[in-house]
């Protein structure tokens, strides 16, 4: 299960319009969210800094991995430093 | 369920989300690229294997691999998810390892099975609670910013 959250646009709540472009651009194929219109920037204030990357284990809802990705956009991402212990865990659990 | 090497394309694409938006990287390029080659079969790849191009190929006729006897049951690969199998765990949360993530609720495109680009599917609400619902295994939860 891959969860794509659009959590701001430089640091205002992003619109839908902003989620349906972030898509566009990256033909995402994957749930993309945004916060519901009148909660302000609630994910970026609960979960943390762009970009932010978490693996949780779907029982306890714990995180067993994260990682920040740069916030100047310079070298691999988050999901790129994620994708081989998301890969090792699935190993281990089977599919998601 | 989704099998995981599905998983692999969209991975690198959610991956290219912390970039430069104009600028995809080549990585993801590669990556579908590949994908797309696999997945469709080419008469490349029939060469490739020694077989003569021009013999006809069934490339989606279904196989029974291992169960001569079992009844002709579909397989169902992404049932629906019981959102009522089990409470959300309880706090304290946070977001540091070890932490409990909050169960947030949002809204728009739920894409569970990967096979479309997600804003061809209906603007909806949901939460981390209704998209977790029964699964078992992990789950990769990605914040970004648009700029």
Not at chain 1, 65 to 82: H, M
Not at chain 2, 85 to 109: I, K
């Amino acid at each position: 299960m891959i969860v794509e959250v659009l959590a701001s646009n430089a640091n205002a709540p992003p619109t839908r319009n902003n989620l349906n472009a972030w898509i566009s651009t990256f033909s995402l194929p994957v749930t993309a969210l945004i916060d519901p219109s009148g909660v302000g920037t609630r994910t970026l204030n609960t979960y943390g800094i762009r970009e932010s990357t978490f693996i949780v284990e779907l029982s306890t809802m714990r995180v067993v991995f994260k990682v920040n990705g740069s916030v100047a956009g310079i070298g691999p991402s988050g999901v790129a430093q994620a994708i081989p212990r998301m890969l090792e865990l699935l190993g281990d659990a089977g599919t998601p | 369920m989704t099998h995981p090497r599905r998983w692999i394309p969209a991975l690198l694409l959610a991956a290219a989300c912390s970039s430069d938006p104009a600028a995809p990287s080549p990585t993801l390029d590669a990556a579908l690229s590949d994908d797309v080659s696999s997945d469709r079969g080419s008469m490349a790849d029939l060469t490739d294997l020694g077989m003569p191009a021009d013999v006809p190929v069934a490339l989606d006729v279904p196989v029974a691999l291992d169960a001569p006897d079992a009844p002709d049951v579909p397989v169902v690969l992404d049932a629906p998810v019981d959102v009522a199998a089990s409470p959300y765990p309880d706090g304290p949360y946070g977001n540091r390892m070890g932490s409990v993530l909050a169960n947030l609720t949002w809204e728009g495109y739920v894409n569970p099975t990967g096979e479309v680009i997600s804003n061809t599917l209906p603007y909806t609400t949901t939460s981390l609670q209704a998209l977790r619902g029964n699964r078992r295994g992990y789950a990769m939860v990605h914040v970004s910013e648009f700029l």
